[in-house]
């Protein structure tokens, strides 16, 4: 091989590995910066993972909103008709919190099973919902449809 030759494939192989690293320095920043979003059917299969920042959307359940005398803790139940999974947050809440509304919550599961909120989003409008949390009631619906049918059978 000619020295003319070496030094290209050199400045070639060093072009290519800064490349490789630069692709796996930006890969590893992307990842770090995704957030997942789960429903609490998928939250109970073990999708999401203990102590990883995800969100989480759902149905506040009735009945199931605690509030802590002296303090802005508050613990509730989040469902999306399948499963249920609950949540503590401490904070302040927004104004349209409320049992049977539908809010997405921010935080990381414990290894409890009990999902610590750092953030709780209401919705504001009265007929949207996130796709993913209609498509979960949707199915629990006609989940209970099908055992009534089949009990009255």
Do not use: C, W
């Amino acid at each position: 091989m000619t020295p003319v030759r070496r030094k290209r494939l050199l400045i070639v192989v060093v072009i290519v590995a800064g490349m490789a690293v630069a692709t796996a320095l930006g890969l590893q920043a992307f990842k770090k910066n995704l957030l997942y979003y789960y429903t609490p059917e998928q939250v109970a299969a073990g999708d999401a993972h203990v102590g990883q920042l995800f969100r989480m959307g759902g149905l506040v359940a009735m009945g199931s909103v605690q509030r802590n005398p002296g303090s802005m803790t508050v613990r509730f139940t989040l469902t999306d008709m399948q499963k249920s999974i609950p949540v503590v947050y401490s904070g302040i809440l927004p104004d349209l919190f409320r049992e049977g509304q539908g809010i997405v919550v921010y935080g990381k599961l414990d290894k409890g099973g009990l999902f610590e909120a750092q953030q709780v989003l209401a919705k504001h409008d009265a007929t949207y919902m996130p796709p993913e949390v209609g498509a979960a009631i949707k199915k629990a619906e006609a989940a209970q449809a099908a055992a009534a049918a089949k009990s009255a059978s």
